[in-house]
């Protein structure tokens, strides 16, 4: 049971990336996945959700309309596309789950890090000129 984050990658400000977080040994059919992201110094913070149940997203104001997060079920697998990039984007970003079968994972709201019970390792996004 994994969670693969990769994608990460050197961009100059206003580039773009693609995250992608791929699970094996399980599906992903009740889960909401997150991405959050810690720079150096800074708490985790999240940035974006989408349940699979519903397909609800949620962002964190300072990427809307510039991230979208997406996912393939048959690749078991959820994105995060990153357009515009500045460098307060900047950081390692981890994929998590959230969700049971009993109690199924939401996004109306990105909620706190301790919520979610199982993590990706992290991939390191740098934006720089």
């Known amino acids: 049971v994994q969670l693969q984050a990769s994608g990460g990658g050197l961009v100059q400000p206003g580039g773009s990336l693609r995250l992608s977080c791929a699970a094996s040994?399980?599906?992903?059919?009740?889960?909401?996945v997150a991405w959050f992201r810690q720079a150096p110094g800074k708490e985790r913070e999240g940035v974006s959700c989408i349940s699979e149940v519903d397909g609800s997203t949620a962002y964190t104001d300072s990427v809307k309309d510039r991230f979208a997060t997406s996912r393939d079920k048959a690749k078991i697998t959820v994105y995060l596309q990153m357009n515009n990039l500045k460098p307060e984007d900047a950081g390692t970003y981890y994929c998590?789950?959230?969700?049971?079968?009993?109690?199924?994972?939401?996004?109306?709201?990105?909620?706190?890090?301790?919520?979610?019970?199982?993590w990706g390792q992290g991939t390191l996004v740098t934006v720089s000129s």
């Open positions: 998590a789950l959230k969700g049971t079968l009993e109690y199924p994972g939401y996004c109306s709201t990105l909620g706190s890090p301790s919520e979610y019970h199982f």
């Open positions: 040994g399980f599906t992903l059919d009740y889960y909401a």
